[in-house]
């Protein structure tokens, strides 16, 4: 039982982790495309 809650949780947080990754890494050219269109 311990372990598939930590399981879960570390799945979140790798989920959270590469969310955070994309948004920061191609925030910057879909706002530029956006404002140029």
Known sequence: ???TKINKSRHAAYALHVH???ITKYR???L???HHA
């Open 1 to 3: 039982m311990q372990f």
């Open 28 to 30: 910057k050219p879909i």
């Open 20 to 22: 955070l990754v994309f």
């Open 32 to 34: 530029g495309d956006l």
